[in-house]
């Protein structure tokens, strides 16, 4: 659940909140196979017998979803170490919009969350553009951890997507992870059928493939699914292959929409 811009820059988006090692490609969890998935969703909408929904699967984002907001976990980290925010913004500016340029080469936010590059490797490149306000330098060691300490999870996402899942319907994660380490797996089987994290299979949001791939862990169609995601390109991809695609901005929005989708009271 890593990362964020403060004030009015727009936010990264990743993973969960410890410093990881590098991680192995390959490694998306499914938790039940596509075979089982693919057999009729429990009760996947209770207006009767005989309909058939529109949309039979849910895939989410991770931080800043499922998560307190980044820029508020993020704000008490600069608060907390006295790093000059200025600074930090100004960087993390020119590396978002160029994250999310197609034509970019050589950002370091690719090479992290497709797991080109170590968390020690990104840290020390981060580390190297801050200040503290005091003009010392900030510590690239476990930076990414002391980053993401204050986030907390979402309660009102993880009851809502826990209800999706034990409906019968099937639910994935798909997050930009800027590590693997710190997400909390153990509850993710009462909560999704398929985890992908972007460093463990080398690909990233917004790419197309990567949708394709979670998508087809939980044995569906994009057009069958609805995206989560609070980050305004990731959502433009998710529609532009034929997903629902909803902009997370606050979880009584994103839960109350949800119920309206799947036809669920879910708040």
Same mark, same amino acid.
């Given at each position: 659940?890593? +990362? ?5 820059? %727009?936010?990264?988006?990743h ?28 009760r996947t ?6 309909? +058939?929904? =529109? ?5 989410t984002?991770w ?6 907001p ?7 980290w ?10 930090y913004?100004a ?7 160029t994250? @999310?340029? %197609? =034509?970019a080469?050589?950002?370091p936010?690719?090479?992290?969350e497709?797991?080109?590059?170590t ?19 900030? *510590? ?6 002391? $980053? ?9 996402? @993880?009851?809502?997507? !826990?209800?999706l899942h034990?409906?019968? *319907?099937r !639910? ?6 800027w ?12 909560? @999704?059928? =398929?985890v992908?994290?972007s ?7 917004p790419?197309?493939?990567i949708?394709?791939h979670?998508a087809g ?9 609805v ?5 305004e =390109? ?8 034929? $997903? ?9 929005? +994103? ?13």
């Open positions: 659940m890593r +990362t964020g811009l403060v004030g009015s820059l %727009p936010l990264l988006r993973a969960a909140p410890t410093v990881p090692r590098r991680a192995s490609r390959g490694r998306s969890l499914k938790v039940r196979s596509v075979d089982e998935l693919r057999r009729p969703a429990a909408q209770p207006h009767g017998p005989g309909v +058939t929904p =529109a949309f039979r699967g849910v895939i984002d931080g800043g979803v499922m998560t307190s980044i820029r508020d976990t993020v704000q008490v600069l608060d907390s170490e006295g790093i000059d925010r200025d600074t913004a960087v993390m500016k020119l590396w978002v919009v994250a @999310y340029d %197609p =034509a080469d050589g950002n936010v690719h090479a992290l497709r797991g080109e590059i968390s020690d490797e990104f840290e020390r490149l981060l580390a190297a553009k801050l200040v503290r306000r005091d003009g010392g330098q900030v *510590l690239p060691e476990g930076l990414l951890s002391r $980053m993401f300490a204050a986030s907390m999870p979402c309660d009102p996402m @993880y009851a809502a997507i !826990t209800a034990a409906e019968g *319907l !639910t994935c994660l798909l997050s930009n992870s590590g693997s380490d710190g997400y909390p797996r153990e509850v993710f089987g009462g909560m @999704y059928h =398929a992908v994290i460093a463990e299979v080398g690909m990233r949001k790419e197309e493939r949708f394709r979670a862990l939980i044995g569906l169609a994009p057009g069958e699914c995206f989560i995601d609070d980050m =390109a990731n959502v433009q991809a998710a529609e532009a292959m034929g $997903m629902h695609a909803v902009l997370h901005t606050e979880p009584e929005a +994103t839960v109350r929409a949800l119920g309206e989708l799947f036809g669920m009271s879910l708040g």
